[in-house]
């Protein structure tokens, strides 16, 4: 009796030894990284144009049953989305396989055995093992887990919500290439007019040649222009078939008319920017190295594992199913001592990837606020760029009709109604073009201030 009491006092000397020892194993403090980043958020509200409207998601910008139709084939049936979608499936799973270390383990087994000369013998057996979160790491591996999850989904929303802009905006190039074959194919009737009418009056003795020639030119360049934007609508058709992941689909019938675009509130950079689920996955990352941090410094501090075992043994199968059975208790304290610096790199290497998501969380931060202030800017720029060529079109359109009475009395040469010709359609296509960039701005900014795509 007195021997045993002996035993158990070392024993429990070595444990508290043990532990003593641990508590001397301190985890260096963190910087904070949530202060920092409150200090970088805090900008001055952006100014803006005074028809801006508060709008909840990016579907909201545009009305068209058509276009939520396909944003909604293209979320289901995008190979590129879908794989975002498994690794998030992937990511649940596997905080499934970390949240099981923190239960106990069950296993069962049993065994035959024949010998020459000696009775046949079955044993049966049932092991339990646990590991006890004495420094709380198995949870905060659990906790970095979780993070990931939480990380993984808004990346996945991220990704979904570009896929949205990019069919949105690809429906509009639609359009767009529609409206600009249209000018081509105007310009191209008004010059074969003007070949027309030159060859008539080359044979009545009236024209030259020369004339002739210019207006045939003029008209081959038109041509090879048409031909050029007549691919670029079917190539358009193809990719936004390849978006919405149907490569056998009909092609799609663009709007004959620009859609209204709404262009989004852009409210204060503090509050605006936190809708964005890639600054939060940024954030949720590095809040994820953080416990992870903590689980490295952590495998440095002793583990207590506890065990239980329950066997039997008979000379029938039945008889060996727990009938009489033998169980034993194990308590095994380990602590590492020397692994060669190993687990202290490790700990050094969790702290840099902690740092590494802080910087990659300013990264995409900085790339946020470039967003959004080139697309105000842009904006505005565009709106006045719009009213120019708006007035130098009308412009333009009294001077053709001025020069086409001319040419008909012989007042000015064809060289000189030819090129009023192509700076009308130039400024036409020029007018079309920057209402479709003014369109997609305002899709690039609802993107960039975090509206989501409504499910």
């Not at 009491?5 to 070392?10: A, H, I, P, T």
């Not at 939520?68 to 975002?84: C, D, F, H, I, K």
């Not at 936004?240 to 989004?264: C, F, H, I, M």
């Amino acid at each position: 009796m007195k021997l045993a009491c002996v035993r158990q006092s070392k024993v429990i000397t070595l444990l508290s030894t043990t532990l003593l020892l641990s508590a001397c194993i301190s985890m260096p403090a963190s910087p904070d990284y949530t202060q920092e980043i409150e200090q970088q958020q805090a900008l001055p509200a952006w100014s803006q144009s005074a028809d801006a409207i508060a709008v909840v998601s990016l579907n909201s910008l545009i009305d068209s049953e058509q276009l939520n139709q396909l944003v909604e084939t293209a979320v289901a049936n995008n190979p590129t989305l879908q794989q975002t979608w498994l690794t998030l499936q992937i990511r649940q799973t596997q905080l499934q396989q970390t949240d099981a270390a923190r239960k106990p383990q069950v296993s069962a087994g049993a065994s035959a055995t024949r010998s020459e000369n000696a009775s046949d013998s079955f044993t049966s057996n049932i092991d339990i093992s646990w590991q006890a979160d004495l420094w709380g790491k198995l949870k905060n591996n659990s906790q970095a887990a979780s993070k990931d999850v939480i990380e993984q989904t808004l990346l996945y929303q991220a990704a979904r919500d570009s896929l949205s802009a990019e069919v949105m905006k690809a429906w509009l190039n639609l359009t767009a290439t529609s409206h600009a074959i249209d000018i081509e194919q105007q310009r191209l009737n008004t010059l074969e007019q003007n070949e027309t009418y030159i060859l008539q009056r080359y044979r009545n003795g009236i024209g030259t040649l020369e004339d002739l020639d210019n207006a045939r030119s003029a008209s081959a360049q038109s041509r090879a222009s048409l031909a050029s934007y007549q691919e670029d609508y079917r190539q358009q058709q193809r990719d936004l078939k390849q978006l919405v992941g149907l490569s056998n689909a009909q092609d799609v019938a663009a709007p004959e008319s620009y859609p209204q675009v709404k262009l989004a509130l852009a409210d204060l950079p503090q509050q605006t920017l936190a809708r964005r689920p890639d600054l939060q996955a940024a954030y949720t990352a590095i809040e994820a190295n953080q416990l992870r941090t903590k689980v490295a410094y952590k495998q440095l501090l002793p583990n207590l594992d506890l065990g239980a075992a329950i066997k039997d043994a008979a000379s029938s199968p039945h008889q060996a199913l727990m009938a009489s059975p033998l169980w034993s208790l194990l308590a095994q304290l380990t602590a590492p001592i020397y692994q060669g610096g190993e687990l202290r790199a490790a700990a050094k290497e969790a702290e840099l990837n902690e740092a590494y998501s802080y910087q990659s969380y300013r990264e995409t931060l900085l790339t946020a606020i470039n967003e959004v202030e080139r697309y105000l800017s842009l904006e505005q720029n565009l709106m006045t760029r719009q009213q120019h060529i708006s007035a130098a079109l009308k412009s333009a359109q009294n001077s053709l009709k001025q020069y086409q009475t001319s040419y008909r009395t012989g007042l000015v040469d064809i060289l000189d109604l030819l090129t009023v010709q192509q700076q009308t359609y130039n400024l036409e296509a020029s007018l079309d073009n920057l209402i479709y960039q003014r369109l997609i701005n305002r899709i690039n900014l609802g993107l960039a201030l975090g509206l989501g795509t409504a499910s």
